[in-house]
């Protein structure tokens, strides 16, 4: 980390950079964490958000168990950041990720999921052979349609299956109810999400009954966790991209009490008309496909087009006074597609740069 610019103002910064309010994101990760304990529910914040292992630790800190990730790398970088409870919330397949979550397990205490027993029985042989046990559990399809066994015999009979095998232990269970994060009526939504995590602990009911233990019960993402923390039966959630929040969880998903604490700030390079600006920071520098970034303190400021290297901006009355060289910081419209661009966090209390993080994570995708 360059030294030298902590304390230099967020202004006297180069551009384009990813930048954190640190006081909004602690109190973020403090905010998610209470709600989660007070209601007996752990926190297995997804980490797809920050791919940082800084930033893992101050989640654990804040009281949450360990982390989610999607990728066998991505939990290489958190081990070695010092995590150790790591949920891949994927499946995993081939002879060289097998090979290498049984050597994660020297480690950390990784917990791999499946849906099927051809992903199973090769991750067991090769444990078996490492003299290692790594721990399993099934995601269950709940309507999201993407991966997961079927809810029911399917999944008891997996879950019996696995029990059988030596080198992996079977866990528990998880779902992602990702379909139902947009429902508009905050009722209805509810609603849903009750029934959908009924269902998964309608699964734990029958393994157990089939006489194989089931202690993990996992589900949950930032545009849902606030139901689905309150539903009995589910022992963890994995929502992760809170810490940050932005307009697609609070526009989208309408979930509310946290703040915005991910931007990007620019520098205005161009104004080639009294209503239109151009900024530093193109779709190389944000991604804009899920939801809308925002224009910070500039209401009438609306981001018109991105191309790969430029931000153009349509400017109201109240933002016209904005001329070349100003900074601009814009609320990043969906963390994950904008962290993924960058090799750094900037992280500032209040105006003064405190701390650069690499995302270690970054490009870690097999
Ligand atoms: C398996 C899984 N869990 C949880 C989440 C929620 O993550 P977040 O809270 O960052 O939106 C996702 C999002 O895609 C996911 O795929």
Redesign the pocket.
Known sequence: MPQSLVGVHKFDLDTPVLCIDLDRMESNIQKMAAYCRSHGVQWR??E??HKTPAIALKEIEAGAMGV?C?KVSEAEVMAAGGVRDILI??MIVGPRKWERVAALRRWADPIVACDHFAQVEPLAAVCRSHGVEVRVIIEVNLGLDRVGATPGRDTVELAQAISRLKGVKFAGI?G?E?HLLQIAEPADKERQIRESMALLVSCRDQIVKSGVPCDIVSA????S?QYTVKCPGITEV?????IFMDPY?RVKCQVQDLDYALTILATVVSRPTLDRAVLDAGRKTLNPDVATPVVVGYEDAQIKRLSAEHCELTLGPNSRNLKIGDKVELVVGYG?FTTVLHDEFYGFRGDRLEVIWPILGRGKLQ
């Open positions: 914040p997804h797809k958000c989610t999607a919330a994927n998880m992602y990702g949950g993402g930032t545009g966790y994995q929502a992760g991209g809170g969880y994950d």
